[in-house]
């Protein structure tokens, strides 16, 4: 297939805006509702927005990687608490937290669709013929279009930084493909996609040096573009690493060794389903793509059937990582170097959308009316990604208004009445972001990196409360993320505002008055004849709030 970039065709320009459109109208539920809307809360309103608003709140989202965070956990590193400088900070500090949000998700999706359009259209699909450029359009849009995690361009903005090092191997050294590859390092993260992406680039120029027998220094100063530009944006995770002697409570994380069924399932899984932090919806073409690829095999190039071997390779690697001959190898390594080395998935939407883009253009010259069947897959398929809009997703769980609950926090700070870092607070049924995002200083709460040390204190407040439930016990010990005030009578449910009473809660709470708690914001009412540390000072049921939350004093 020869590769020849052809300038943006009349017959482009009416589909083009046409996506646009669509992209627009797929975020317009988002400003209608406003919070009221429904937004995806695990590893998203329970932590990641929540790490914003803390950054925010403290004035430290571009501060010295040296600051500590007061407000949660007794004070812990900036890179723990959000270990990057990015764009989407901006956009939250221009736009406020939900809007920040928004338009963080849409700014991604048009990054998402042109990035997708111009790797296409130049690098995979270069024909001016009208079928061919529908499936451009169309593929891209779909793409744009996924309910990628949270608000970094770690998925949508690889195709526009792949399409810039494509044009650097060409030798095509335009001011313009340095600018996106440092724009990207600065809207994703290093440690989700980058640094995979990284390794595959560098591969490829390597590969490159052996073949030509010489160095290609436009492709050179790309990688070495993204790696400084990586360097700084995650200054506070490299200076935590360098310069902070602390100890991280992952050197604790362990996941139980699997056998072979297991590995097998969760191989085919991935490659079937993919991962909800990187979601592709690529099941209903995975089946024709792998047909077409067989029948076909000799019209694609090496670079097709590269992308494809990769996403096999990388699900069994996914699917056997934790597979218990090779875990001690694979641990072995992560204590040299910590990263989940199994996020090469994140690369995988990518590499589906590309592949789904080719095997369309090669029935479009193949089969009998192509076009129906062309035209029907991209509608259905784009039909399908639009099922799993986040909001409609989500619509059971409470909105992010609910979630957060403003106006009942407002009201224990008067109850209270005294300044919100003079005092610490745990939560117990609730996720303790929802008590950070108000601005209260928490013992307790869900960060990737944290000190150990403060682990092992924290858990001695929940001690006999772990021993009363092995789950929470193992949850707690062998992860750990989530340094949570676990009851074992309420278990790990942090979304449901009507919980059944506690009847005894067996905490340290000498421990935890030592450690500066004062105050327990409760989703359920506990039995105070039984837990006579602490005292109920009010119940707080505001009929606009989601939350009913009883507040108690440690005594």
Same mark, same amino acid.
């Given at each position: 297939?020869?590769?020849?970039?052809?300038?943006?065709?009349?017959?482009?320009?009416?589909?083009?805006?046409?996506?646009?459109?669509?992209?627009?109208?797929?975020?317009?539920?988002?400003?209608?509702?406003?919070?009221?809307?429904?937004?995806?809360?695990?590893?998203?309103?329970?932590?990641?927005?929540?790490?914003?608003?803390?950054?925010?709140?403290?004035?430290?989202?571009?501060?010295?990687?040296?600051?500590?965070?007061?407000?949660?956990?007794?004070?812990?590193?900036?890179?723990?608490?959000?270990?990057?400088?990015?764009?989407?900070?901006?956009?939250?500090?221009?736009?406020?937290?939900?809007?920040?949000?928004?338009?963080?998700?849409?700014?991604?999706?048009?990054?998402?669709?042109?990035?997708?359009?111009?790797?296409?259209?130049?690098?995979?699909?270069?024909?001016?013929?009208?079928?061919?450029?529908?499936?451009?359009?169309?593929?891209?849009?779909?793409?744009?279009?996924?309910?990628?995690?949270?608000?970094?361009?770690?998925?949508?903005? !690889?195709?526009?930084?792949?399409?810039?090092?494509?044009?650097?191997?060409?030798?095509?050294?335009?001011?313009?493909?340095?600018?996106?590859?440092?724009?990207?390092?600065?809207? @994703?993260?290093?440690?989700?996609?980058?640094?995979?992406?990284?390794?595959?680039?560098?591969?490829?120029?390597?590969?490159?040096?052996?073949?030509?027998?010489?160095?290609?220094?436009?492709?050179?100063?790309?990688?070495?573009?993204?790696?400084?530009?990586?360097?700084?944006?995650?200054?506070?995770?490299?200076?935590?690493?360098?310069?902070?002697?602390?100890?991280?409570?992952?050197?604790?994380?362990?996941?139980?060794?699997?056998?072979?069924?297991?590995?097998?399932?969760?191989?085919?899984?991935?490659?079937?389903?993919?991962?909800?932090?990187?979601?592709? !919806?690529?099941?209903?073409?995975?089946?024709?793509?792998?047909?077409?690829?067989?029948?076909?095999?000799?019209?694609?190039?090496?670079?097709?059937?590269?992308?494809?071997?990769?996403?096999?390779?990388?699900?069994?690697?996914?699917?056997?990582?934790?597979?218990?001959?090779?875990?001690?190898?694979?641990?072995?390594?992560?204590?040299?170097?910590?990263?989940?080395?199994?996020?090469?998935?994140?690369?995988?939407?990518?590499?589906?959308?590309?592949?789904?883009?080719?095997?369309?253009?090669?029935?479009?010259?193949?089969?009998?009316?192509?076009?129906?069947?062309?035209?029907?897959?991209?509608?259905?398929?784009?039909?399908?990604?639009?099922?799993?809009?986040?909001?409609?997703?989500?619509?059971?769980?409470?909105?992010?208004?609910?979630?957060?609950?403003?106006?009942?926090?407002?009201?224990?700070?008067?109850?209270?009445?005294?300044?919100?870092?003079?005092?610490?607070?745990?939560?117990?049924?609730?996720?303790?972001?929802?008590?950070?995002?108000?601005?209260?200083?928490?013992?307790?709460?869900?960060?990737?990196?944290?000190?150990?040390?403060?682990?092992?204190?924290?858990?001695?407040?929940?001690?006999?409360?772990?021993?009363?439930?092995?789950?929470?016990?193992?949850?707690?010990?062998?992860?750990?993320?989530?340094?949570?005030?676990?009851?074992?009578?309420?278990?790990?449910?942090?979304?449901?505002?009507?919980?059944?009473?506690?009847?005894?809660?067996?905490?340290?709470?000498?421990?935890?008055?030592?450690?500066?708690?004062?105050?327990?914001?409760? @989703?359920?009412?506990?039995?105070?004849?039984?837990?006579?540390?602490?005292?109920?000072?009010?119940?707080?049921?505001?009929?606009?709030?989601?939350?009913?939350?009883?507040?108690?004093?440690?005594?």
């Amino acid at each position: 297939m020869k590769l020849t970039h052809k300038p943006i065709r009349q017959v482009e320009i009416p589909i083009i805006l046409l996506a646009q459109f669509v992209i627009i109208l797929y975020y317009l539920p988002y400003f209608i509702l406003g919070e009221n809307a429904s937004i995806l809360i695990h590893d998203n309103l329970d932590s990641n927005v929540t790490w914003i608003k803390i950054l925010l709140d403290n004035n430290a989202a571009f501060s010295s990687p040296s600051k500590i965070i007061e407000q949660v956990l007794n004070g812990i590193p900036l890179s723990s608490v959000y270990g990057t400088y990015d764009i989407s900070l901006v956009v939250f500090q221009i736009f406020g937290m939900y809007f920040g949000y928004v338009v963080n998700k849409l700014l991604i999706s048009f990054i998402g669709f042109w990035g997708m359009y111009l790797l296409l259209r130049k690098h995979f699909l270069p024909s001016s013929n009208s079928d061919i450029q529908y499936i451009t359009v169309g593929v891209s849009l779909i793409f744009a279009l996924l309910p990628f995690w949270s608000f970094s361009a770690h998925v949508l903005g !690889l195709p526009f930084v792949l399409f810039a090092f494509l044009n650097l191997r060409r030798n095509n050294k335009k001011i313009f493909n340095y600018l996106i590859i440092i724009l990207f390092a600065f809207y @994703s993260s290093l440690v989700l996609s980058g640094i995979f992406f990284l390794i595959i680039m560098l591969f490829v120029f390597v590969h490159d040096i052996i073949k030509n027998q010489k160095i290609n220094w436009a492709f050179f100063w790309g990688l070495a573009c993204l790696s400084i530009a990586y360097f700084i944006s995650t200054a506070p995770i490299i200076y935590s690493s360098l310069f902070q002697d602390i100890e991280s409570h992952r050197i604790e994380i362990y996941r139980e060794p699997i056998r072979f069924k297991p590995a097998v399932y969760n191989t085919i899984n991935i490659f079937l389903k993919g991962q909800y932090h990187a979601h592709s !919806l690529h099941t209903l073409f995975v089946i024709p793509i792998i047909i077409i690829l067989i029948v076909g095999h000799k019209s694609f190039n090496k670079v097709v059937k590269l992308m494809f071997a990769f996403i096999v390779l990388t699900s069994l690697f996914y699917g056997f990582i934790e597979f218990h001959l090779l875990k001690p190898i694979i641990d072995q390594i992560t204590s040299v170097i910590p990263i989940q080395l199994q996020r090469f998935h994140f690369l995988h939407p990518m590499f589906w959308y590309i592949l789904l883009a080719v095997a369309l253009s090669w029935l479009s010259n193949k089969i009998k009316y192509s076009r129906i069947v062309i035209y029907s897959t991209l509608v259905i398929q784009l039909a399908f990604v639009i099922m799993h809009h986040e909001a409609w997703l989500n619509r059971k769980n409470p909105s992010y208004k609910d979630f957060y609950s403003e106006d009942t926090f407002k009201s224990i700070k008067k109850l209270i009445d005294r300044p919100v870092d003079s005092y610490k607070v745990i939560s117990i049924g609730i996720h303790p972001a929802v008590a950070q995002y108000n601005g209260f200083s928490t013992l307790d709460g869900y960060f990737t990196s944290y000190p150990l040390k403060y682990k092992h204190e924290f858990r001695k407040v929940i001690e006999n409360e772990l021993n009363r439930d092995e789950a929470l016990k193992k949850y707690f010990d062998n992860w750990g993320s989530r340094c949570y005030a676990f009851s074992s009578e309420l278990g790990s449910d942090f979304i449901s505002n009507k919980k059944d009473s506690i009847i005894h809660l067996e905490y340290d709470f000498q421990h935890l008055k030592n450690m500066g708690g004062e105050y327990i914001f409760s @989703s359920a009412p506990i039995n105070e004849s039984l837990n006579k540390d602490i005292k109920q000072v009010e119940f707080i049921n505001l009929s606009n709030n989601y939350w009913n939350i009883y507040l108690y004093k440690i005594k």
